[in-house]
């Protein structure tokens, strides 16, 4: 067919040109009208063998409209300021698991699902067929290097198995415990007190973003940043991760190609992403320098009293071969954990009360719980020693570890609403070899799984028809908090690579909760809106805008 055009074409272009300047194009118009004629039918006889084919072949496929050559991209684009509550939908229409075909270049082929047997089958069953893959680690490489979150198979295994045995330890605990206390007692309230008096709102998410990287930077380098303090002040170092999470989050949704020719040529995001690495890098290397000299001077005092934080204790380790662990391995490590532990807090805590503002009843039911920790406190319960005046007030304004624990009703309040609103909305993994999922979806061999958190909270198969309502309840049986199936609840991820930080998180998320409710009434500033943010964490787009009201009489 393509033979006959061309040869028809050919001869007119030669007839054509025998005859020029004496006829001009009227003496070709005869064929020529035969040749269109002939091309329109071949051309539209083509088109229609591509729908039809187009048709038959995604007619099977359950998921959003493929339209030629642009695939779901139309409706994606069309959805993206609802990104989530449109996958929900998806997903409820085609029972928990749909297929998305998209454009090569767009990476957005993938399959989408809510089922819990589902991640169950990816997280655990079959993990090796799912693991991060190159589409997270090679954009992600700049800022995570080869830490924990970054990393797969033998590498990820060996971090996992180091960080693990440290997450376990008592040291940790007590450090990120003595941290937690310190922050609210002489950080948060103080803080907190100057915006009561003032009588101005303030943004919660960025007073939590504040406190979790302080706390997680005592608790990783063991060194305090001073994020939150009167006057909330830029610090270089914040501003700089900051800008370097951001420029990474970018890579991911742009082709590669623009984001490499632009980091070749230091332009736009990637000018300032390459700059804020330098400032995270000397930064790191700065406390690893110090800390190295730190211990060597320990070591040679023979003391027993060493650093408890992450970095001193993955530097008092060693390898699988034994060898120490090289500065540039410890500056991934601790980025890693700042990372994974700064956003995601800080997020579930200002879901948490923006929730707890619409919720009086909520509120109420937290503080009626603190009231009874506090009064057995008062009748001697408290049996922690208080060495200073500074430890004597922190112990007065934050609950300890043990009291925290008490706090059934909080940690179902914070669990729900992290369930409504989880602070990692999607995950994906590569696909290594066509796979089946269990059910019964075909998974093909390089393309994405993507799995919603945020959609399995708002599903009424998981749930029950009362799945959209928040109520802390849910989570009592005989008011003792009860936990869920994390294939079910999957808001820390869950199989081999269940986040590492769940319960610092909760101790964390209980501490700063309790201490602001017992002390303040939260109202959300008139007008204010709150809607999400489009980026791999579920942040508030215009942030958490409240003002302060204090109790008269604090919760006891
Ligand atoms: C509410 C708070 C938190 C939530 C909702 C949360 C959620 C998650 C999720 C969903 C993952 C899996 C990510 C992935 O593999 O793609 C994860 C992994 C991880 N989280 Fe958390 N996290 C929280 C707090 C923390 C904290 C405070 C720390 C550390 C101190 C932490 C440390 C980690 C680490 C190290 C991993 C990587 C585990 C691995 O890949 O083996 N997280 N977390």
């Not at 004629?37 to 493929?66: C, D, E, N």
């Not at 060693?318 to 997020?347: C, M, Q, S, W």
């Not at 980026?535 to 204090?550: A, D, E, I, N």
């Amino acid at each position: 067919m393509q033979y006959l055009v061309m040869s028809r074409g050919d001869n007119c272009t030669h007839f054509h040109s025998q005859n020029q300047g004496q006829t001009g194009l009227g003496m070709c118009t005869g064929p020529n009208r035969m040749d269109s004629w002939m091309l329109t039918q071949v051309m539209l006889a083509g088109v229609v063998t591509f729908l039809v084919w187009h048709v038959i072949k995604y007619s099977r496929i359950k998921g959003p409209i493929v339209w030629p050559v642009f695939g779901t991209t139309p409706q994606f684009l069309w959805n993206l300021p609802r990104m989530h509550d449109w996958t929900t939908d998806m997903l409820v229409k085609h029972d928990g698991t749909y297929t998305s075909i998209a454009p090569k270049c767009t990476c957005l082929t993938a399959v989408a699902t809510c089922r819990p047997e589902n991640l169950e089958y990816v997280l655990k069953t079959n993990f090796a067929n799912y693991p991060k893959g190159r589409s997270f680690t090679y954009p992600s490489h700049d800022l995570l290097g080869q830490g924990i979150f970054n990393t797969d198979h033998d590498l990820w295994k060996m971090q996992r198995k180091t960080a693990s045995l440290e997450f376990s330890t008592r040291t940790l605990r007590d450090l990120m415990v003595k941290a937690n206390r310190s922050s609210v007692g002489q950080r948060l309230l103080p803080v907190l007190a100057d915006v009561a008096r003032n009588r101005a709102p303030i943004d919660f998410q960025d007073l939590f973003l504040r406190y979790t990287f302080d706390n997680i930077c005592m608790v990783g380098f063991g060194v305090d940043p001073g994020c939150l303090a009167p006057g909330l002040p830029t610090v270089p170092f914040a501003q700089a991760f900051d800008l370097a999470t951001e420029g990474t989050l970018t890579r991911m949704v742009v082709p590669e190609i623009f984001w490499r020719i632009t980091r070749a040529l230091g332009w736009g995001m990637e000018g300032r992403l390459a700059k804020a690495i330098n400032v995270l890098d000397k930064f790191a290397m700065d406390v690893i320098t110090e800390r190295r000299k730190e211990l060597a001077m320990l070591k040679t005092l023979n003391a027993t009293d060493y650093p408890c934080d992450l970095l001193s204790r993955f530097m008092q380790t060693t390898d699988h071969e034994g060898n120490p662990y090289t500065d540039k391995f410890l500056r991934d490590v601790t980025t890693n954990f700042i990372l994974a532990g700064r956003d995601t807090t800080a997020i579930a805590l200002s879901w948490f009360f923006y929730l707890i503002t619409q919720h009086p009843a909520v509120e109420e039911k937290i503080l009626l719980e603190i009231g009874e920790i506090l009064r057995s406190r008062n009748h001697g319960q408290d049996k922690e020693a208080a060495d200073d005046d500074a430890t004597r007030i922190t112990q007065e304004a934050s609950l300890s570890f043990e009291e925290l624990k008490q706090l059934n009703y909080l940690h179902a309040a914070l669990s729900e609403s992290m369930r409504l609103y989880p602070s990692v909305p999607i995950d994906n993994k590569d696909v290594t070899a066509d796979d089946f999922l269990p059910d019964g979806t075909f998974v093909r061999k390089g393309t994405r799984l993507m799995y919603s958190i945020y959609s399995m909270g708002r599903m009424d198969s998981i749930w029950g028809k009362d799945c959209m309502e928040y109520k802390p309840e849910r989570w009592l049986r005989k008011g003792v908090f009860t936990p869920e199936s994390p294939f079910k609840y999957a808001v820390f991820n869950a199989g081999p690579r269940l986040c590492l930080g769940k319960e610092l998180a909760y101790l964390q998320m209980k501490s700063v909760a309790s201490a602001i409710l017992r002390n303040y009434h939260v109202k959300l500033v008139p007008g204010h809106k709150v809607e999400y943010k489009l980026s791999l964490t579920l942040f508030m787009k215009y942030g958490l805008r409240v003002t302060l009201h204090p109790r008269v009489t604090v919760a006891y």
